[in-house]
């Protein structure tokens, strides 16, 4: 069995050491090419401040790069008895490399390099997560021009109210998405800042070089003060998944509606029949089963944000072994979002809409406020306007004008869709991830 990088002559008792490893090796399979990454970076400062020679780095980067390479492939296995993803990649270099593999730890703890993978995983899986939701965006944009003349009811407390539109339909959830990153660009920011070197938490008494890790990682900046580079932990897990919460949440209630829409009660859009399931005993049945699928899903990311919550809530400052526990329920949580984020655009690039629903007689009162103000415009006082038209419908003398003019920013007649464009290309062009991208590009090369 492998020895663990802190045990000394004394081996853990095994149940003991079956729970504390808990899911850990699991979760660190996510980590792993992170790792190599951050390694890569600390070794290359620790040869400037003289912890190794030029000809240690040399071989050190080369060895460090196939292991890279095993990890991008998924190809990377944490060994039976080996704690963690730090621990196999120490073993596989001293294996190749003898002594020289071991003193890539110097001036860092497991506590700061856990810190720095999650960070990298994290702004990685943003990156993927901000391309799927601009995916997402122009299929909306796209289908509300299309749309943007054909004409379905509005609600308000699931009773009809007023006209709105498939262009205003489409067009409200891409503005929404464009919200959306902008908070997802606020936790991007937390998350892009650099925890390495701040050790075990309380800094090192070797003369390392933080902003050079910085630089060659790519982040924004340091995290300046090395107790709060590990108060971090927890609190960028959670800030994220705020952001996460948000687009989830626009996705369940995209999601609700579908179904809704869907239904032959209201018969609004209609999904090809491969985007269906079916009963096992009612032949004529269509399910929405990839909607319902993503309301459930997203409303359980809903969650993840208070689960990081509880889990680190009552912890003073300094590390705890309790933050391990977040992986466990952060890391999976991308896939799942990345997921739900592909589905939904698919099926919003296939979904077919009704172009005649406001010819079925039971949405004429959708036209009421139209008719008020039109007397308005007349020169008839509103609150006249109103008591009249609602006489009419009383006494079922209404007769609607089934067309509308509106025209102000926003409005059926002014969807505002380049705008909105703009407004999500500017967030989206406010991640900077070319920076990003460029560092870790030439940290590889």
């Given at each position: 069995m492998a020895q663990k990088l802190w045990e000394k002559n004394v081996?853990?008792?095994?149940?003991?050491?079956?729970?504390?490893?808990?899911?850990?090796?699991?979760?660190?399979?996510?980590?792993?090419?992170?790792?190599?990454?951050?390694?890569m970076a600390h070794i290359t400062m620790l040869e400037s401040i003289g912890l190794l020679t030029k000809e240690e780095l040399t071989v050190l980067l080369a060895e460090l790069k196939n292991i890279y390479a095993v990890a991008d492939s998924g190809r990377f296995v944490i060994e039976e008895g080996v704690e963690d993803v730090h621990s196999q990649v120490e073993l596989m270099l001293t294996r190749r490399l003898g002594d020289t593999g071991k003193k890539i730890h110097s001036g860092r703890s497991r506590n700061d390099q856990v810190l720095l993978d999650l960070k990298l995983f994290t702004r990685a899986q943003i990156q993927e997560i901000v391309e799927l939701v601009s995916a997402l965006f122009e299929v909306l944009i796209s289908q509300s021009n299309r749309y943007k003349d054909v004409l379905l009811p509005g609600y308000t407390h699931l009773q009809i109210a007023m006209p709105s539109s498939f262009g205003l339909w489409f067009g409200a959830y891409a503005e929404s998405l464009a919200d959306d990153l902008q908070m997802m660009q606020a936790a991007y920011k937390v998350c892009n800042r650099n925890p390495l070197g701040s050790a075990a938490g309380y800094g090192s008494s070797f003369p390392l070089r933080r902003q050079m890790t910085t630089d060659l990682l790519g982040f924004d900046s340091l995290d300046y003060n090395v107790v709060y580079a590990q108060m971090g932990r927890g609190k960028m897990e959670r800030t994220v998944a705020f952001a996460m919460a948000g687009i989830a949440a626009t996705l369940s209630k995209l999601a609700f509606d579908a179904c809704m829409f869907n239904s032959q009660n209201f018969g609004f859009i209609k999904l090809?029949?491969?985007?269906?399931?079916?009963?096992?005993?009612?032949?004529?049945?269509k399910n929405p089963d990839v909607f319902e699928l993503t309301r459930a899903k997203c409303n359980k990311l809903q969650g993840l944000p208070q689960q990081i919550t509880l889990i680190c809530n009552n912890l003073p400052s300094g590390y705890f072994r309790d933050l391990q526990i977040i992986k466990e329920v952060f890391l999976p949580s991308f896939d799942e979002l990345k997921d739900c984020l592909r589905m939904v655009t698919h099926m919003m690039r296939e979904v077919k809409v009704n172009e005649h629903i406001l010819d079925d007689d039971k949405y004429a009162l959708l036209f009421s406020v139209e008719e008020v103000n039109r007397l308005v415009l007349e020169g008839v006082p509103f609150r006249d306007a109103y008591k009249q038209v609602g006489l009419n419908i009383e006494a079922g003398k209404f007769t609607p004008v089934k067309e509308v003019h509106h025209t102000h920013e926003g409005s059926i007649g002014n969807l505002c869709n380049d705008q909105i464009s703009v407004l999500m290309q500017n967030i989206v062009d406010g991640f900077a991830f070319n920076r990003v991208n460029e560092a870790e590009r030439q940290l590889l090369s």
């Open positions: 081996q853990v008792d095994q149940e003991v050491d079956t729970f504390t490893v808990g899911k850990d090796r699991e979760m660190d399979l996510y980590l792993a090419k992170y790792d190599v990454l951050g390694s090809p029949d491969q985007f269906t399931t079916g009963s096992s005993i009612m032949p004529h049945k």
